[in-house]
Structure formats: structure tokens, C-alpha cells
């Protein structure tokens, strides 16, 4: 294990307020590096906290313009092999290679779109947990599971199914309603606290209590400046994970800023 990467992966331990943004497929270098000399003016990027998911040919020059700012930048999905002939595959070296410290795993993109299964989604994380890669687990359940009163079910299974490892150092889970990502349709703050503590609650019957408590928890779906307020003010709720208003320099300053100035 590379002593920086060690560092850095040990040092997400603490909870605290993290506010991450998810570019998805958008942006192209330029772009991505304008975004960055915007975006770092409007922060206090001597604060831990803010991590960038870039597509993977982003992540060299954000990581470069990032500099030493207390910014991560990461991926947004990463091979659970190390390498060999697996075409069209990015393993962590390449991905520490290039700058990255953390990727996402289980963004429901990947399982919905992509077909990953709870499976896949174990083995990516457990690989690059064994890779001193942070990781950010996604997990939420779907509309209809949540009209069937399946919520707690789906999110039992996906915690159950991904946590399958010996130590949750270096992670962060991601509670992302499938319903409310990219549809404008947030969740109450009520309904993604009662999320969150169920996710603390499996998390502490998981890990011992110390390191339960370490993993910090974040809300995604359709977060903007608007709703910032009302979610991080829930005991719950440990930060964020953006998409759509994360494109910008402005809205995303903001976000992070009315979280880090309302954070417990
Ligand atoms: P959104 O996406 O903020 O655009 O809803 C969140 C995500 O998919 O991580």
C-alpha cells in the first residue's frame, strides 16, 4: 500500500460534513478545468470535505488544477480486477495513477442502467478497499419498492450484500432514493433522516460502535442551494452527494457552503 494513499484513506474517518459532486457524463477537459478555477475561489478549500466524481479522462486535469487544495478528486466506478484482459475496464491503480483517491461504487445508474448486481458491486468495493481506495456506496431504494413499503427491505439488502467486507475504513455511504435523482422530486428531509438512521442502525449491528460511527452518511437526489437548509439540518444527514446542480461553480459553492455553515 503506497504510504499517501494510506494517509489519505485513513484520513476520511472522521465524520464531519462531505459534499460530493457527481458530474455523470458531462463536461470535457476544458470545461472541467474551467470549472475548478471558478469553483475554488467561492470555498474554503483548506477544509476537508469536498470530493469531485469526475468521468474518468477529467480526472487528470481537475487533479492537477485541484492542486493542493483540500478538494478530492475520484471516479465514478472502478474494475473489481487489478488488471489483465478486461477490455474497457479502469482498475485503481490507473485511477491513483492519474490522481483519483476515491471512486463511487453502486451509483444506481450503474445497477439500473448498467445491470450491476449486488454482487459486482461487493466485489468492486471490497477490491478497492484492498487498494486503499475511499470508496462513496451508493445505495436507495426505488420508487416502487418505496410504494410497496419495500424501503427498509431494498436498503437491507444492498447494505447486507456490499458490506460484506471485514473493516468499513475509508468508507462513505451514499443514500440516494432512486426517485428523487435528476427528477427534481427531493426527499422530505423527514423521509431521508428515517433513511439515514436506518442505514446508521444496520451500520452499527454491522461494525463495532467506533467504527459505525466513523462512516459518514449523505443525502443524493436532486439537492440544490434551495432544499441545502432543510436536509443538513437533520441529525442524520452528514452531507451530500450532487448531480445536476453540481455542473456549475456557483450553485455547488453555495450548497457547500449553507451545509458547512449548518453542519453539527
Ligand atoms: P441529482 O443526482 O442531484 O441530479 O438528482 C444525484 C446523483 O445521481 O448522484
Avoid at 442551494?225 to 452531507?239: A, F
Wanted: a negative charge.
Amino acid at each position: 500500500m503506497v504510504v499517501e494513499n494510506f494517509i489519505s484513506y485513513m484520513g476520511i474517518m472522521s465524520r464531519g460534513i462531505h459534499i460530493y459532486a457527481n458530474w455523470k457524463m458531462h463536461k470535457i477537459c476544458s470545461s472541467a478545468k474551467h470549472f475548478v478555477e471558478h469553483f475554488m475561489p467561492l470555498v474554503d478549500t483548506e477544509e476537508p470535505g469536498i470530493g469531485l466524481a469526475v468521468p474518468y479522462t477529467q480526472i487528470q486535469i481537475v487533479s492537477e488544477t485541484v492542486g493542493d487544495a483540500k478538494i478530492s478528486v475520484g471516479a465514478q466506478n472502478v474494475s473489481e480486477y487489478s488488471s489483465g484482459a478486461y477490455t474497457g475496464e479502469i482498475s485503481t491503480q490507473m485511477l491513483f495513477d492519474v490522481g483519483a483517491t476515491f471512486t463511487l461504487v453502486g451509483h444506481s445508474e450503474r445497477r439500473h442502467i448498467f445491470h450491476e448486481s449486488d454482487e459486482e458491486i461487493n466485489a468492486k468495493l471490497r477490491h478497492a478497499k484492498d487498494d486503499a481506495m475511499r470508496v462513496v456506496l451508493c445505495v436507495g431504494e426505488t420508487e416502487e419498492q418505496r410504494k410497496e413499503g419495500k424501503t427498509e427491505e431494498a436498503i437491507d439488502r444492498q447494505l447486507k450484500s456490499a458490506l460484506n467486507i471485514s473493516s468499513p475504513y475509508g468508507l462513505i455511504i451514499a443514500y440516494e432514493p432512486v426517485w428523487a435523482i435528476g427528477t427534481g422530486e427531493v426527499a422530505t428531509p423527514e423521509i431521508a433522516n428515517a433513511a439515514h438512521k436506518l442505514i446508521r442502525d444496520f451500520l452499527t449491528e454491522r461494525f463495532s460502535a467506533d467504527e459505525a460511527d466513523s462512516i459518514p452518511i449523505i443525502y443524493g437526489g436532486s439537492v440544490k442551494p434551495e432544499n441545502t437548509k432543510s436536509l443538513i439540518d437533520m441529525p442524520e444527514i452528514d452531507g451530500f452527494l450532487v448531480g445536476g446542480a453540481s455542473l456549475a461553480p456557483k450553485p455547488f459553492a453555495e450548497i457547500v457552503n449553507i451545509a458547512r455553515n449548518n453542519g453539527t
